[in-house]
């Protein structure tokens, strides 16, 4: 993936640690699984714009 992808995967971990949540509890709150969470996390998974919103 690109840099971009991790780099985004990191702000996202950045904003749920921050917030206080778990990946299973933000993964609930914006219905997908934890493993995905992980994966947009890590930069494996591509996030759209549309996920992010």
């Not at 299973?24 to 996390?41: D, F, P, R």
């Amino acid at each position: 993936m690109p840099k971009s992808e991790k780099a985004i995967g990191a702000l996202v971990k950045q904003v749920r640690k921050s917030s206080g949540l778990s990946q299973m509890q933000l993964a609930e709150k914006v219905g997908i699984s934890y493993q995905q969470v992980q994966k947009y996390e890590k930069g494996v998974n591509k996030l759209t714009l549309s996920r992010l919103k």
